[in-house]
């Protein structure tokens, strides 16, 4: 069975965003763990979380991933920022214990002028000091467009920042849809071949999670503006083959596109649709 869902607002708690996502037909979603522009986390609430876990038991919600703020940067040239991405990396994953199994999503984080091997590098370190033997959550590493300096843009980065951490086994991969389009990777005209290159560049093995968005702009802009299922670049056509793909049968889909409940409903149910017409415009290729 497909595993779907959408980002949903943490603030009425693990129970509420589980209670959304069955309203919406969902059976997975993704979450911010704190403030995404800022540094504060809510106390987390142990009773919520247990009735959260009951509640996904008894309705079939999968693995859910939890998203790292965008403030976070574990490569940046200030050892201050970095030092605030390392505190804010422990503390989520000290509170992703209460959720064990399920998947916790960064930004690799942009070098800022330091050059991508300096930022590859950091990066590293600061896995190497966060990931443990005792974790039970699985950090990705997400792909990205590849804009200004960030570090993700290709596939080989990520490997590279894999190949230098020592427990590999704790570290897996998130696929942007929008991103990696951006980023100049075909997966309208040629997902079979993207698919064996990210197999042969970092191992199918370690995707772990797709993030399913269509795009304000052509393949290789570098410009990372989600857009809405359909109405973008890649269509409601190539995002359906891609949700429906035998090799990412298993994996959580969770859409971030621009909007609210009803409109991720609605894209939830497009999505499911696999032999359904598509409704991407002609203008939208």
Same mark, same amino acid.
């Not at 965003?17 to 919406?24: C, F, N």
């Not at 106390?43 to 309705?59: C, G, I, N, P, W």
């Not at 960030?150 to 951490?165: D, K, N, P, T, Y």
């Given at each position: 069975?497909?595993?779907?869902?959408?980002?949903?607002?943490?603030?009425?708690?693990?129970?509420?965003?589980?209670?959304?996502?069955?309203?919406?037909?969902?059976?997975?979603?993704?979450?911010?763990?704190?403030?995404?522009?800022?540094?504060?986390?809510?106390?987390?609430?142990?009773?919520?979380?247990?009735?959260?876990?009951?509640?996904?038991?008894?309705?079939?919600?999968?693995?859910?991933?939890?998203?790292?703020?965008?403030?976070?940067?574990?490569?940046?040239?200030?050892?201050?920022?970095?030092?605030?991405?390392?505190?804010?990396?422990? &503390?989520?994953?000290?509170?992703?214990?209460?959720?064990?199994?399920?998947?916790?999503?960064?930004?690799?984080?942009?070098?800022?002028?330091?050059?991508?091997?300096?930022?590859?590098?950091?990066?590293?370190?600061?896995?190497?000091?966060?990931?443990?033997?005792?974790?039970?959550?699985?950090?990705?590493?997400?792909?990205?467009?590849?804009?200004?300096?960030?570090?993700?843009?290709?596939?080989?980065?990520?490997?590279?920042?894999?190949?230098?951490?020592?427990?590999?086994?704790?570290?897996?991969?998130?696929? &942007?849809?929008?991103?990696?389009?951006?980023?100049?990777?075909?997966?309208?005209?040629?997902?079979?071949?993207?698919?064996?290159?990210?197999?042969?560049?970092?191992?199918?093995?370690?995707?772990?999670?797709?993030?399913?968005?269509?795009?304000?702009?052509?393949?290789?802009?570098?410009?990372?503006?989600? %857009?809405?299922?359909?109405?973008?670049?890649?269509?409601?056509?190539?995002?359906?083959?891609?949700?429906?793909?035998?090799?990412?049968?298993?994996?959580?889909?969770?859409?971030?596109?621009?909007?609210?409940?009803?409109?991720?409903?609605?894209?939830?149910?497009?999505?499911? %649709?696999?032999?359904?017409?598509?409704?991407?415009?002609?203008?939208?290729?």
């Amino acid at each position: 069975m497909l595993k779907i869902g959408c980002h949903l607002s943490s603030a009425g708690g693990f129970l509420h965003m589980g209670q959304e996502a069955v309203s919406i037909g969902a059976n997975t979603f993704q979450f911010f763990t704190r403030n995404p522009r800022g540094s504060r986390a809510k106390e987390l609430d142990v009773r919520d979380v247990e009735a959260y876990l009951a509640f996904a038991k008894e309705h079939g919600i999968g693995t859910i991933v939890a998203h790292a703020p965008y403030t976070l940067n574990a490569c940046s040239a200030d050892e201050r920022v970095r030092e605030f991405a390392h505190q804010t990396l422990c &503390d989520d994953l000290k509170r992703m214990e209460y959720l064990p199994g399920n998947l916790y999503n960064f930004h690799p984080g942009s070098h800022v002028g330091q050059g991508i091997e300096r930022g590859i590098a950091l990066i590293a370190e600061q896995l190497n000091r966060i990931l443990t033997p005792e974790l039970h959550t699985t950090v990705l590493l997400e792909t990205m467009s590849g804009k200004g300096s960030e570090v993700g843009g290709r596939f080989e980065e990520l490997a590279e920042i894999i190949e230098r951490v020592e427990r590999k086994e704790k570290l897996g991969v998130c696929l &942007d849809t929008c991103h990696v389009y951006d980023a100049g990777y075909d997966i309208v005209g040629h997902l079979e071949e993207v698919l064996s290159e990210f197999d042969r560049v970092i191992g199918l093995r370690r995707l772990r999670a797709v993030h399913v968005n269509d795009s304000k702009n052509p393949i290789g802009s570098h410009k990372d503006r989600h %857009e809405k299922i359909g109405e973008g670049f890649l269509g409601l056509e190539a995002l359906r083959r891609i949700v429906h793909h035998p090799l990412l049968a298993d994996l959580p889909f969770c859409l971030e596109t621009p909007n609210e409940l009803p409109g991720y409903a609605a894209e939830i149910r497009l999505l499911r %649709e696999e032999d359904a017409i598509p409704c991407a415009s002609p203008e939208t290729h």
